[in-house]
């Protein structure tokens, strides 16, 4: 049978050991492969192309966040030339706020679009339909390094007054 020291000398060598075993483990099983990265060609300063890894990372928040061609006041004029209302939503008399989801890539391109909150009657698919259409961005920036960047704007709708 075993004594009272015998067992508080097991017990302390399995945390010397587990303790380190847990740790190890941790570690390996948060480190994941870096399968984020693509190659990007541009031109380096000198005037020669070169390759370079791009972490595919998608910023929230910038220093310098991305802006339509010739600013917001271009960008609601944008909208305003652009967007049609549904018959169906006119039909049902909808009006309000579709939430629209969008990355301003490093090329300035518009990709992912989608919605955050929409309010049907086709107004939705409308706001998608001109936002996938719209002119590319001048791209946001972090650290004076070009970056992906996710915008969420609002498209208002309202009916005409009768």
Not at 48 to 58: H, T
Not at 62 to 69: F, G, K, L, Q
Not at 75 to 83: F, P, V
Request: net charge negative; glycine share 8%; with cysteine.
């Amino acid at each position: 049978m075993m004594d009272k020291t015998e067992s508080n000398a097991m017990t302390k060598s399995k945390f010397s050991f587990g303790i380190p075993l847990m740790a190890f483990l941790m570690l390996v099983f948060s480190c994941a492969p870096d399968e984020d990265h693509e190659l990007i060609l541009e031109e380096d300063t000198s005037g020669e192309l070169a390759l370079r890894a791009s972490s595919g990372e998608v910023f929230d928040v910038v220093e310098t966040p991305p802006t339509p061609p010739g600013g917001y006041e271009a960008w609601t004029a944008y909208l305003s030339q652009n967007l049609s209302y549904p018959e169906q939503a006119k039909k049902e008399g909808k009006e309000g706020t579709v939430y629209v989801s969008f990355v301003v890539e490093v090329d300035g391109s518009i990709q992912g679009v989608e919605i955050l909150r929409g309010i049907g009657g086709g107004l939705d698919e409308e706001a998608l339909r001109v936002v996938r259409n719209a002119p590319d961005w001048e791209p946001g920036k972090q650290k004076d390094q070009t970056v992906n960047v996710r915008m969420r704007v609002p498209i208002k709708f309202k009916l005409p007054e009768a």
